[in-house]
């Protein structure tokens, strides 16, 4: 069975960090394109970024470039999304999902998501 955990959210100050994996089980991460999502209340879900754990290409969204590392650690099976000078507006569930190619288009294979929150 394929599945997907995320962890690592919680309550945060703005200008503060957080580190959420993804970590996965039934398949490896490293055959998949793994992507990070956020939902936030009333607002669509919103692509933050994306790895190829085979070639280490990454993507971000513009609106967290520069403050987001994605990265995997293909022997732990595990995605971890860092997260350093968080906004309140980075407030969202966050979610990561697989596919089987490209950042772009559906995902396969979501996980359950993790809440962040960002407020003083």
């Known amino acids: 069975q394929l599945q997907l955990v995320e962890s690592g959210g919680g309550l945060v100050q703005p200008g503060g960090s957080l580190r959420l994996s993804c970590a996965a089980s039934?398949?490896?991460?490293?055959?998949?394109?793994i992507g990070w999502f956020r939902q936030a209340p009333g607002k669509e879900r919103e692509g933050v970024s994306c790895?190829?754990?085979?070639?280490?290409?990454?993507y971000y969204a513009d609106s967290v470039k520069g403050r987001f590392t994605i990265s995997s650690d293909n022997a732990k099976n595990t995605v971890y999304l860092q997260m350093n000078s968080l906004k309140p507006e980075d407030t969202a569930v966050y979610y990561c999902?697989?596919?089987?190619?490209?950042?772009?288009?559906?995902?396969?294979?979501w996980g359950q998501g993790t809440q962040v929150t960002v407020s003083s």
């Open positions: 999902a697989a596919k089987d190619y490209g950042c772009g288009g559906e995902y396969d294979y």
């Open positions: 039934g398949f490896r991460l490293d055959y998949y394109v």
């Open positions: 790895i190829s754990s085979s070639d280490g290409s990454t």
